[in-house]
T-cell receptor
């Protein structure tokens, strides 16, 4: 991913509402994608992953959507809770590489 | 045990000091990673070890020297650092390195990081 300066994009959501966090990737050869959650003072935590042969995958309260046509990934969080407040990163991987490339991140703020 | 531990949590060092960061996992993972993360930025890969051998060095300056004494431990030796090296240093591990195994092998478990300040 490319950084866009010192300010993270921020999404403010009211508790109980659904959140949608978006991510664009640039490498059309990417075939594996992961969403990570990073709380203040902690390392990134795996949330959910998806392979390029799928367009949707669901977990507990989270859904990842993949649109390979426009190289877009989204993370949907249902019934957002205060504990969901964190920075969310998408990361992608190509089969021929051996490293994840992280996106710039989005800060999710949950308001009561 | 799905935990990656890192010590110390915080480290302040001068530019002439030598220090080491330590990382440990007991999940039987064969791939371990060092990342550097500046404030409000995503983690940037520094090194990848696979089966205790260095497989990727992302053109990291030689003042950072990784070491993998065994399959559970990963060290990062620091020497003659610059103030711009101040950052959160994250260790991670995965069952295997991407591109070599099937689904589920790529999930990287991160430690809490070491907050490094170079004065």
């Amino acid at each position: 991913g490319e950084s866009v300066g010192l300010h993270l994009p921020t999404l403010s959501v009211q508790e109980g509402d659904n959140s949608i966090i978006n991510c664009a990737y640039s490498n059309s050869a990417s075939d594996y994608f992961i969403w990570y959650k990073q709380e203040s003072g902690k390392g990134p935590q795996f949330i959910i992953d998806i392979r390029s042969n799928m367009d949707k995958r669901q977990g507990q309260r989270v859904t990842v959507l993949l649109n390979k046509t426009v190289k877009h990934l989204s993370l949907q969080i249902a019934a957002t809770q205060p504990g969901d407040s964190a920075v969310y990163f998408c990361a992608d991987l190509t089969g021929t590489a051996s490293k994840l490339t992280f996106g710039t991140g989005t800060r999710l703020q949950v308001t009561l | 045990d799905t935990e990656v531990t890192q010590t110390p949590k915080h480290l302040v060092m001068g530019m002439t000091n030598k220090k080491s960061l330590k990382c440990e996992q007991h999940m039987g993972h064969r791939a371990m990673y060092w990342y550097k993360q500046k404030a409000k930025k995503p983690p940037e890969l520094m090194f990848v070890y696979s089966y205790e051998k260095l497989s990727i060095n992302e053109s990291v300056p030689s003042r950072f020297s990784p070491e993998c004494p065994n399959s559970s431990l990963l060290n990062l030796h620091l020497h003659a650092l610059q103030p711009e090296d101040s950052a959160l240093y994250l260790c991670a591990s995965s069952q295997d390195i991407p591109g070599t195994s099937g689904r589920g092998a790529y999930e990287q478990y991160f430690g809490p990081g070491t907050r490094l300040t170079v004065t």
